[in-house]
Nanobody, 129 residues
Framework: QVQLVESGGGLVQAGGSLRLSCAASGRTFSDRALGWFRQAPGKEREFVAGIDRSGGTFYADSVKGRFTISRDNAKKTVSLQMNSLNIDDTAVYYC???????????????????????WGQGTQVTVSS
């Protein structure tokens, strides 16, 4: 059974940075795309960033230029570097892994929650003013 475990969340002041990591267990990783989603209190879970098998990256407009997603297939990890954090970034952050996909993915595919077959338990990120 594939498990995804996030780490790196916490409390940070506005303007600060955090780096989230997600470690995957199981056989499959390099043949999947990966994504980060977040859910703020009272809101629906939303796409943050995705990375396909080629290393191509995709971002929600709200985080473009501030967040960077990366993957390490050898270590089976996906990371999210978050800079210039603001209060609106406060949420529980989830990493997710897709079903087997083609080498290149599209934004629309990675942004759709139904594309993902495995989810982590989430890590809390709180940004204070």
């Amino acid at each position: 059974q594939v498990q995804l475990v996030e780490s790196g969340g916490g409390l940070v002041q506005a303007g600060g940075s955090l780096r989230l990591s997600c470690a995957a267990s199981g056989r499959t990783f390099s043949d999947r795309a990966l994504g980060w989603f977040r859910q703020a209190p009272g809101k629906e879970r939303e796409f943050v960033a995705g990375i396909d098998r080629s290393g191509g990256t995709f971002y929600a407009d709200s985080v473009k230029g501030r967040f960077t997603i990366s993957r390490d297939n050898a270590k089976k990890t996906v990371s999210l570097q978050m800079n210039s954090l603001n209060i609106d970034d406060t949420a529980v952050y989830y990493c997710a892994k897709t079903r087997r996909v083609a080498f290149f993915a599209t934004y629309h595919y990675l942004a759709a929650q139904e594309s993902y077959e495995s989810w982590g338990q989430g890590t809390q990120v709180t940004v204070s003013s």
